[in-house]
């Protein structure tokens, strides 16, 4: 719960200056389009590199959403949404870079069922690896809400999922991360 109100009280400080950053960049601003990038870039190529599991597959794809997100960027209509947005670009690059290698996404949907209790505190190294394992729907809800500190309303509309969807793969992934690091010896 603590975890929830310091996440909002960040998000409102994250959205404001995102939107002022993006406002000037729109108006021409070449210093704020460099700070919003800035800012943005080590994210969304986390982002990217957990979802294809290789830096340099992260580099092509990262550069491909930063150039579409460049283009698209005058037409942002709702400064204050840029995060979601941005990380909807970034979704949409990873989909079509797995389709191009795998000729189709991974099909697996969250059932919700199960036990959610994942409280142990692992090293990074461990979490990465239980990552890696997952498949793409579970990661990419993990990696949104958890590393990049997304709201559930932000995930749903990067997901372009229902809220109760994101809550249900949210359970889901951590089952299933949870599962994945007992099996290989780690505890919960």
């Known amino acids: 719960m603590v975890?929830?109100?310091?996440?909002?009280?960040?998000?409102?400080?994250?959205?404001?200056?995102?939107?002022?950053?993006?406002?000037?960049?729109?108006?021409?601003?070449r210093r704020a389009l460099a700070e919003l990038v800035g800012q943005w870039h080590d994210p969304v190529w986390r982002y990217v590199r957990r979802m294809l599991d290789g830096p340099g597959q992260a580099d092509d794809v990262s550069q491909d959403v930063w150039a579409g997100a460049l283009k698209a960027l005058p037409r942002l209509q709702q400064p204050e949404r840029f995060a979601p947005w941005l990380f909807t670009i970034a979704r949409r690059s990873v989909m079509d870079h797995l389709r191009e290698k795998y000729s189709q996404a991974d099909p697996i949907d969250g059932d919700g069922a199960g036990d959610d209790d994942v409280s142990a505190v692992?090293?990074?190294?461990?979490?990465?690896?239980?990552?890696?394992?997952?498949?793409?729907?579970?990661?990419?809800?993990?990696?949104?809400?958890?590393?990049?500190?997304?709201?559930?309303?932000?995930?749903?509309?990067?997901?372009?999922?229902?809220?109760?969807?994101v809550k249900s793969r949210l359970f889901?992934?951590?089952?299933?991360?949870?599962?994945?690091?007992?099996?290989?010896?780690?505890?919960?």
Do not use: W
């Open 3 to 29: 975890r929830q109100v310091e996440r909002m009280g960040g998000d409102v400080d994250r959205v404001g200056r995102d939107a002022l950053l993006v406002v000037r960049a729109q108006l021409g601003d």
């Open 122 to 165: 692992l090293n990074r190294a461990q979490v990465a690896e239980g990552l890696a394992g997952l498949p793409v729907r579970e990661r990419e809800v993990l990696i949104l809400f958890y590393l990049h500190d997304l709201a559930l309303e932000e995930c749903a509309q990067v997901l372009q999922i229902p809220p109760g969807t």
């Open 172 to 188: 889901r992934a951590r089952r299933l991360l949870r599962d994945s690091l007992v099996e290989k010896g780690y505890s919960s």
